[in-house]
């Protein structure tokens, strides 16, 4: 297998006297790799280590009227039950360790079930063996609870409720249930079309299968301190997570990562450490947590569900002036990362594609299916596979060339995206070129002869009149006052040019960096970061995308879509681009009074929570 | 626990470990005897991970009971490499045959089986011979192609 | 939690009453997966178990043969590429005929083509059961299987598929054998078996039937095929649906008799 280099591309936009980039490279990691040296989180040998199971749940939707454990905990070598009351701070959401959404998973689940495979307890043992006897001992009496396995069954009014931190189903993108996304006015662009061009798509879940399931060692070091083993994608989040739900500094959690055996975003959900540290906390003793290959498939969050609608308005000659999208990305539980999903997904609308009007509904919807998280390019990939199924449609409807229908409508260098930002370094042109020519599929001279480089124009360039709606704040769809999902009519204007609020990389030392040094073990002044002082967040700041105020240091995972919005919210009139941004904070320096020390004490919150306070 | 005490050569050396009842070989092999170039990933025979040779033919240790390997010969990728690297493993490295590399000792555990038997295998006899081995990143063909590779070294050098 | 119980022959395994561990590819992963319902491990060192040779017009297959075995017989042809659908190499090498016969919904594509052939089992006491029946009762059959009888066929007579959702291998969305007799393009008897869709490898009698005094073509085959989802019970699972199995079954059928690609 070779890789072929198009040099001939773009080559007055690229370096080609590099001394590495563009060389071929051996992997600095391989040796390992071919001489089994390689040392993944399993090859750490411990004296005496014990191994952690868990006891799930068969039903997708169940309360645990009781549990009998004393079977189990009579089993030579069962060394310890591990029940919901043992996690000290026993709920969390993974993406509040940079402050987006609400705590809504337990670690160990209790009272309630809300997937099928859900753990309500663990158990600690010599072998793997017992631990496997010992779980299967364990009688449960399950009240079985209504489930929603479907994402618009959710929504609908009377569907039963699946995660009490958002119980309309949907995740809250304030003020709305779903992510909007406006640019000029589609119900005008359909009216102009000579052709409407509808269908939906979806997708299933998939799970990233990495060959190493998920897993964590866990062992006592000495000054209280734990070493952690694991497979995590995400170290410093799963450090994060792992000194929120046990309510401990994470100066005492020694983290070792890094190597992984195959991850693709399936390692990134910080439960195995968090489980095993637990465990080791609760032995004294080193402890093994390792799903085994069906929990990898049952458990392991996948890439969601998706589902899509899009209708296009076409002319006769192949131009989109005009796309719908509604979208559903199925969280399954609780929310993990799939509320991200759907701000990624927004930000990709409609695709790499110049189209004057755009409409988007995103919903990040909850049934009690297993939770989704990462996946490569999740909130991308999948709407791509119907955004371009979708461009064979329109060619197939409007009698073009499906190859020359997507250079006709791809991104020139300086057009307006949707989302109001410049398109530049566009490429899709080329890449439709290149790959008609490797499959033998032949392009008229002037699709040949275009570029990525020329062609815009200043229409294509500018921000049009935008039609504006207020339809789907929370709690409306469930209550029944909604018809559809679709985006809606407008009932405002924005007027063209409009640029919506910028969004610019925030200075590294914000306020929050000081709830970091709390994090690690200093104590915080009580007058800091009070919410006047706070980043710039959507509650004060109009947004359609609402971006997680996410620091500029935060890791790439989890960058927001730079997109700013198109639509206004009730509290600011109009218009949106004239909301003030909060003046940044001034800059302090911190210094701490009491290093080292175990955190600070608030009521009610972990002394060791990160990210934004609540 | 009780404990039963089973021996084999692995890579060479006599070595004893002490098992627990029904212990499969890749655990006895890991946690026993330390060798841990055998990789977990299904436990069930589905993956490949866990190829060792007994007596020269790959099994999967997942599925093999412990004691059912007493005094017999076991070979796996710890013990690959002698002085310097077989001609498998330079080709997986030069080849760009592993990326996560968790299926790489089993890749070529199964490959060494292959080309101990057959040294001149067609692209066909490959794949067959890795079929049993699940790859997620790496994708097949970068492997297929070093195996070959590593054929044709190894009948053009030491093995001619 | 399993005790392992290491016995020198057949008869000794089968009066000590745990579960007998042919290759492994089966109970091993139970002991892995659930070692609770393994109490008892019976682990049978008897080279008996592993003969493989020719009786007149019959095939002796020690339970414990191997599937690579069976490949590196080569009078043992017409069940090479059966063998050869199971698993990769390391598992074939530890995969026995007689664990095939217990290996449940959707493993045991060999036990597919042993019924298909209209093989016996012996058991350990020397007791022949037909293949049909055993199958039956083969959930809750108690003693140890010796050997199979198996009547020789040459690879002609025995067409055998097995479907996947993967290539090379992958496990069964069904398997397909057929034993067919024809005289100048007419079939003049067939056994077809299924695998993958049912509890059990089933025989489909309805396409039998129909197969009888059918010519081998698309035309002759076409009423067995529609015939054989009537014996058969498909069951969903995380390969295939029962509805999707019911679909294609008459297709597949239909390639396996015409050896289409």
């Not at chain 2, 993956?47 to 796996?76: F, Q, Y």
């Not at chain 3, 492994?24 to 008892?40: F, I, K, S, Y």
């Not at chain 3, 006491?125 to 299987?145: K, M, N």
């Not at chain 3, 996947?164 to 079939?187: C, D, F, N």
Request: proline content about 8%; some cysteine; charged content about 20%.
């Amino acid at each position: 297998m070779s890789v072929e280099f198009r040099k001939d591309l773009f080559a007055n936009e690229r370096d080609d006297n590099l001394n590495e980039i563009g060389k071929p490279k051996i992997r600095q990691d391989i040796e390992g790799h071919v001489t089994g040296r390689t040392a993944y989180y399993d090859d750490h040998l411990f004296d005496g280590l014990l191994h952690m199971r868990c006891l799930r749940s068969p039903h997708h939707h169940a309360r645990v009227r009781s549990v009998e454990t004393s079977a189990a905990e009579e089993m030579a070598g069962v060394r310890r039950v591990v029940r919901p009351s043992d996690v000290p701070n026993n709920l969390n959401a993974l993406l509040s360790i940079i402050g987006f959404g609400k705590d809504d998973e337990q670690l160990l689940a209790e009272p309630l079930v809300r997937y099928k495979g859900e753990p309500i307890l663990a158990i600690i043992a010599d072998t793997e063996a017992i631990a496997r006897a010992a779980c299967a001992a364990v009688r449960v009496d399950w009240e079985v609870m209504p489930h929603v396995l479907d994402v618009e069954e959710a929504i609908a009014p009377g569907a039963p409720s699946v995660n009490p931190a958002y119980p309309n189903n949907t995740f809250t993108y304030e003020p709305y249930d779903h992510v909007k996304l406006r640019f000029g006015d589609v119900q005008k662009g359909f009216a102009e079309a000579d052709h409407i061009v509808e269908a939906e798509y979806e997708m299933s879940p998939i799970e990233q299968a990495p060959m190493e399931t998920c897993g964590a060692i866990a062992a006592p070091e000495t000054a209280e301190r734990f070493v952690c083993h694991t497979g995590t994608q995400a170290l410093f989040f799963s450090l994060g997570t792992t000194a929120k739900l046990l309510d401990t500094p994470s100066s005492r959690l020694h983290f070792i990562g890094g190597t992984v055996g195959g991850g693709f975003g399936g390692k990134v959900d910080s439960i195995v450490e968090p489980m095993a540290v637990l465990g080791a906390m609760l032995t004294g003793r080193p402890v093994k947590f390792q799903w085994d290959r069906p929990e990898e498939m049952q458990v392991g969050a996948p890439r969601g569900a998706e589902r899509w609608r899009i209708k296009d308005g076409v002319m006769n000659d192949g131009r989109i002036v005009a796309r719908q999208f509604t979208g559903f990305f199925d969280a399954g539980a609780y929310t993990r990362l799939s509320s991200y999903a759907g701000t990624k997904c927004t930000g990709h609308l409609p695709g790499p594609y110049t189209i004057p009007n755009v409409a988007a509904n995103t919903f990040c919807v909850y049934t009690n299916r297993t939770p989704a998280t990462a996946m490569r390019g999740f909130g991308i990939t999948g709407v791509d596979f119907a955004l371009e199924c979708h461009m064979d449609r329109v060619a197939e409807a409007v009698g073009v060339d499906p190859i020359s229908l997507r250079i006709l409508n791809s991104y020139r260098d300086g057009d307006m995206k949707a989302h109001r930002r410049v398109a530049k370094n566009c490429a899709l042109v080329e890449c439709c070129q290149v790959a008609a020519g490797k499959a033998g599929w032949g392009l008229s001279a002037d699709d040949m002869a275009a570029s990525s480089m020329v062609g815009t124009s200043a229409e294509r360039a500018a921000i049009p009149e935008t039609a504006l709606d207020q339809e789907g704040r929370e709690g409306e769809r469930v209550a029944g006052r909604l018809s559809t999902t679709a985006p809606a009519p407008g009932t405002r204007v924005l007027p063209a040019g409009t640029r919506g609020r910028g969004m610019e990389a925030v200075p590294v030392q914000r306020p929050d960096m000081q709830i970091l040094s709390e994090r690690v073990g200093h104590a915080v002044p009580d007058k800091v970061d009070e919410p006047e002082a706070a980043p710039p967040v959507a509650a004060t700041v109009p947004s359609a995308i609402a971006p997680p105020p996410t620091p500029a240091t935060a890791s790439p995972p989890v960058r927001p879509a730079a997109a700013p919005p198109a639509a206004a919210p009730p509290v600011v009139p109009e218009p949106v681009g004239a909301a003030p941004l909060p003046a940044p904070p001034a800059e302090q320096s911190y210094t701490p009074d009491k290093p080292f020390s175990r955190g600070v004490k608030r009521p009610g919150v972990s002394r060791f929570l990160s990210g934004r306070r609540r | 626990m009780p404990k039963t005490p089973v021996t084999f050569n692995l890579n060479g050396a006599e070595t004893g470990v002490f098992v627990d009842d029904a212990q499969n070989l890749l655990e006895a092999l890991r946690r026993g005897a330390g060798d841990l170039s055998p990789k977990f990933g299904c436990g069930q025979g589905t993956c490949g991970a866990c190829t060792v040779l007994i007596d020269g033919v790959p099994h999967l240790s997942c599925l093999t009971l412990a004691e059912a390997v007493s005094n017999r010969n076991i070979e796996t990728t710890g013990g690959l490499a002698g002085a310097a690297l077989h001609p498998l493993q330079k080709a997986f490295m030069e080849g760009f045959a592993a990326q996560c590399g968790f299926c790489t000792s089993g890749m070529l555990m199964a490959a060494k089986a292959l080309l101990d038997r057959n040294p001149r295998p067609s692209r066909e006899d490959v794949i067959e011979a890795i079929s049993g081995n699940l790859c997620r990143c790496t994708g097949y063909e970068p492997i297929v192609d070093a195996i070959l590779k590593a054929a044709g070294e190894m009948r053009g050098g030491y093995a001619a | 939690m399993t005790r392992v119980v290491t016995v020198s022959s057949l008869a000794e395994a089968a009066a000590a009453g745990g579960a007998i561990l042919g290759g492994g590819t089966l109970l091993m992963r139970q002991v892995n997966d659930a070692p609770q319902e393994v109490p008892e491990l019976v682990h049978v060192n008897d080279p008996a178990l592993r003969i493989l040779r020719s009786d007149g017009a019959h095939w002796h297959i020690g339970a414990g043969v191997t599937m690579t075995d069976i490949i590196a017989s080569p009078d043992c042809a017409a069940l090479h590429p059966v063998a050869r659908s199971i698993g990769g190499p390391a598992l074939r090498n530890m995969a026995s005929v007689g664990g095939n016969l217990f290996a449940p919904h959707p493993y045991g594509d060999f036990a597919v083509a042993l019924l298909a052939l209209g093989a016996e089992v012996i058991w350990s006491d020397g007791r022949a059961q037909d293949i049909e029946s055993f199958l039956r009762g083969r959930d809750t059959a108690q003693g140890a299987v010796q050997a199979l009888r198996v009547p020789k066929v040459t690879p002609d007579r025995l067409a055998y598929r097995k479907v996947s959702r993967t290539k090379p291998k992958g496990v069964s969305v069904m398997s397909v054998a057929v034993l067919l007799e024809t005289s100048a393009g007419t079939i003049t008897s067939a056994r077809v078996a299924f695998g993958a869709m049912g509890p059990t490898p089933m025989r489909a009698p309805s396409a039998e039937a129909a197969l009888r005094g059918a010519r081998l073509d698309v035309a002759g085959v076409a009423a067995a095929c529609d015939a054989c989802v009537r014996d058969l019970a498909p069951v969903d699972d995380a390969l295939a649906s029962a509805w999707y199995r019911a679909e294609v079954a008459p297709i597949h059928l239909r390639r396996c008799l015409l050896g289409e690609v």
